[in-house]
């Protein structure tokens, strides 16, 4: 068959290449896009398979509704009965990851104060960075950074008022400093322990409803706290010296349920806002760092 080998008799053989380059093109397309956001989900959130796949069903079903109103070509996308197959896809994984199922974990060793209140858990997340300056100034740049440095937490609690039905302000917020609210009685944290490097505080309740948070008379309530269909919440924020003018800054968030109802809510709750809590948190810790490297704090 020599050259014409796969394709029609008499077909120019750029003609061929050129189809091969069509069909290629969504592949290579799609691709792209998904590793770009596998890339920015990992960025602000280490990669968690159930809240992936919650927002893979979101993407690809949107991408399937889009091309159900106008078949969208340079994805592969030409019919409608395709597009209703994507949507089909999409709308499958949505309660595939949100209701995966939490298995517990615990701790190999005692590494931080941390440990020592919530040594078994059923949901975290861990964030750090490395910040040019030394510890003092670091310390220092935490207890100042403001909520006007987290634009990301004012763009995401905009977003939750709106799906809520609610039109949040959060200039109030903007000049107070980030610590001094999350240890306020009033926001439903409480502090644990504390040391010259690492600082623990913790809520409990149920995070996925409205209403007040709870308030906490002393750690040891905290620590007795048991509710039916709740959670408990710890979350550190610790300073190590790196030697040479180096230090990192490291937050860890663990959360474990007080039964099973609890896991299953809390698991369908954490896929949803995981992203948007990494987010927050690496934002904090951007913002922490550039206070410690600028000449004045």
Same mark, same amino acid.
């Given at each position: 068959?020599?050259?014409?080998? !796969? ?8 003609? &061929? ?15 792209? &896009? ?7 989900? *990992? ?6 398979? $159930? ?5 893979? !069903? ?25 597009? $209703? ?41 861990? *964030? ?25 937490? *004012? ?5 939750? !008022? ?48 409205? !209403? ?16 039916? *269909? ?68």
């Amino acid at each position: 068959m020599g050259i014409t080998e !796969g394709r029609a008799a008499g077909e120019p053989l750029g003609s &061929v290449r050129q189809s091969e380059r069509k069909k290629l093109l969504p592949i290579l397309i799609i691709s792209v &896009v998904a590793l770009s956001l596998l890339y920015l989900f *990992h960025y602000f959130a280490p990669l968690e398979i $159930a809240s992936v796949t919650f927002y893979a !069903g979101v993407t690809i079903s949107i991408v399937g509704v889009l091309c159900l109103i106008k078949p969208i070509w340079w994805l592969g996308i030409r019919k409608r009965k395709v597009a $209703a197959l994507v949507i089909l896809l999409g709308v499958a994984l949505l309660p595939a990851g949100l209701f995966w199922p939490a298995g517990s974990r615990r701790i190999a060793a005692r590494e931080s104060r941390l440990d020592d209140f919530m040594p078994d858990y059923h949901f975290s997340e861990r *964030h750090e960075v490395r910040v040019r300056a030394n510890t003092a100034k670091v310390k220092a740049a935490i207890e100042k950074v403001t909520f006007d440095e987290l634009r990301v937490y *004012h763009a995401l609690m905009r977003v939750r !008022g709106l799906a809520a039905g609610r039109n949040v302000k959060t200039n109030a917020i903007g000049q107070k400093r980030v610590l001094e609210v999350l240890l306020n009685p009033a926001s439903g944290f409480i502090k644990l322990d504390e040391d010259s490097q690492e600082i623990v505080f913790g809520m409990a309740g149920r995070p996925w409803a409205a !209403g007040r948070p709870l308030r906490w008379e002393s750690k040891e309530a905290f620590q007795a706290f048991n509710a039916p *269909h709740s959670v408990k919440i710890v979350c550190n924020l610790r300073v190590e010296d790196e030697g040479g003018g180096w230090s990192r800054i490291v937050t860890e968030t663990r959360i474990r349920a007080t039964d099973d109802s609890a896991r299953r809510t809390m698991g369908m709750y954490w896929r949803m806002v995981y992203p948007g809590s990494g987010m927050i948190r690496r934002n904090w810790l951007n913002a922490i760092r550039d206070r410690a490297e600028s000449p004045g704090i």
